[in-house]
């Protein structure tokens, strides 16, 4: 049953082989309108992680004179959590494009 099985599977073809996508087919204005969003939300992404980072590092220091450990780590975590998020965002063009060449 095993010998049946990976037969049927060897038989499909893969349909998307040699399918890149393309946004050409929806015009220039399309491709203009999806990158001024996406530009958009990304700008907007790293406002919000560097308000927070700046935030976080502001209670640290209301913290750390207050001598409240638990207020401190607390801050600590959003600090540390707005840094690690803005430096993602930061690379993230990187990113995306090391995911595409290893997995293309």
């Not at 998307?16 to 220039?28: E, H, K, R, T």
């Not at 409240?68 to 930061?90: D, E, F, H």
Request: proline letters at 3%.
């Amino acid at each position: 049953m095993t010998a049946h099985f990976g037969q049927l599977i060897a038989a499909i073809d893969n349909p998307l082989d040699g399918v890149l996508p393309d946004f050409s087919i929806f015009g220039a204005e399309f491709t203009e309108l999806w990158q001024k969003l996406l530009g958009g939300l990304w700008a907007i992404g790293i406002v919000i992680c560097v308000a927070f980072f700046i935030v976080g590092i502001t209670q640290m220091a209301g913290a750390s004179s207050g001598g409240n450990p638990t207020n401190y780590k607390m801050a600590r975590n959003q600090a540390m959590w707005g840094g690690i998020s803005l430096g993602v965002l930061a690379a993230l063009a990187v990113i995306v494009g090391a995911i595409f060449a290893v997995f293309s």
